[in-house]
């Protein structure tokens, strides 16, 4: 079983920046991809950022240019650095991991942003 522990989420003003940082471990043999996941209330789940096992990354529009998704290798973790933040980036953000097929989640942090 593969275990994903969030952290960095809270509170931040508009304008301002925070830095979520994910995890992976337990039965990691290899993992294809990690990325990061946004819900807001009353919205579907959507993609914010993913980085695969190459290095390439892909970003949802409404974040290009502000946010930052990194990957430790050694330590299984994935960064997302987010810039410039919006209220409307006010959703929990969710670490997501793909091992061998299959997708891990993790249990989400919150971010609000508000002034």
């Known amino acids: 079983q593969v275990q994903l522990a969030e952290s960095g989420g809270g509170l931040a003003q508009p304008g301002g920046s925070l830095r979520l940082s994910c995890a992976a471990s337990?039965?990691?043999?290899?993992?294809?991809?990690m990325g990061w996941f946004r819900q807001a209330p009353g919205k579907q789940r959507e993609l914010v950022a993913i980085?695969?096992?190459?290095?390439?990354?892909n970003y949802a529009d409404s974040v290009k240019d502000r946010f930052t998704i990194s990957r430790d290798h050694a330590k299984n973790t994935v960064y997302l650095q987010m810039n410039s933040l919006k209220p409307e980036d006010t959703a929990v953000y969710y670490c997501?991991?793909?091992?061998?097929?299959?997708?891990?989640w993790g249990q989400g942090t919150q971010v609000t942003v508000s002034s």
């Open positions: 997501n991991s793909m091992i061998l097929g299959r997708s891990f």
């Open positions: 337990g039965s990691i043999v290899s993992i294809s991809a």
């Open positions: 980085i695969i096992a190459g290095g390439n990354t």
